[in-house]
């Protein structure tokens, strides 16, 4: 048997955020504040003509925060960023203690879903502390999207309100590029190691790629981000090999 081989490192900070309030524009600190913004979303909705209307909501951690309708739940997306590398390699830094929900419906009230939707009381609505949701005490930045009529059921449409979603957050993640090493509040590094000689491992997931509003995006610039991600529907719902380290830096965006 060979000596093992080190592919490549991915080392992830961690950036805990405590208090989050409305502001004049989108800041986040690295001492854990955080200002959101409604004021740019006039600009962002501006290019997008699927899209009728965007608004954000804050909802604090515990059962009473979540007691209230939403909207149906296209995606629960963590607000990270690359700093040193491409995706599955080098530095990233995402914040912890916040995520970003995606919701939508369209001028009409038609959900935007496909199967199923999951409007009602969140509460009921979202479970809590799984791997991909918000834990007890995480704080929600709701991203409500109101499409054209019908165009929650067509993948332009889909497609757009993940874009609009993926433009603001990244206002944050401009922020988040500079911010310095020694400030996480956690630092944890993965490595993807060949080993010679045993057993080779590979895990299949399969993913959306139906082709109406059901689609997944791989490859972005951004971890679960959109900027540069390839559709699998575009790229014929073909198997593609993503790396260990890949998959954990977020370079899969699920778009249902």
Known sequence: MGEEIDLRRLVIRTY?????EEGD???VLADGCLYY??????GILSGYPQLEALDIKLIPPGSE??????????????VSTKVLGKLGEGITHTLTGVYVLLTGVDVN???AHEFGSSEGNLRERLYLNRAGTPGDGDFILSFDVTLKAGKGQEREGVTAAHRACDEWIQ?????????????????????????????????VKQVAGQGAMYDMSLFAKEPSGMEGGKSIIDMGNMPVLVTPNEYRDGILRSMQ
């Open 37 to 42: 913004s409604k004021k740019v979303l006039a």
């Open 25 to 27: 524009t989108n800041k």
């Open 16 to 20: 805990h955020v405590t208090d989050i």
């Open 65 to 78: 925060g979540h007691n209230r309708y939403t909207n149906t739940i296209m995606d629960i997306i963590p």
């Open 109 to 111: 009230g038609k959900q």
């Open 171 to 203: 206002i944050f993640r401009e922020q988040m590029k500079k911010f310095r090493g020694e400030k996480c509040t956690q630092r944890h590094e993965y490595h993807d190691i060949v080993r010679p000689g045993k057993k080779r491992v590979v895990i």
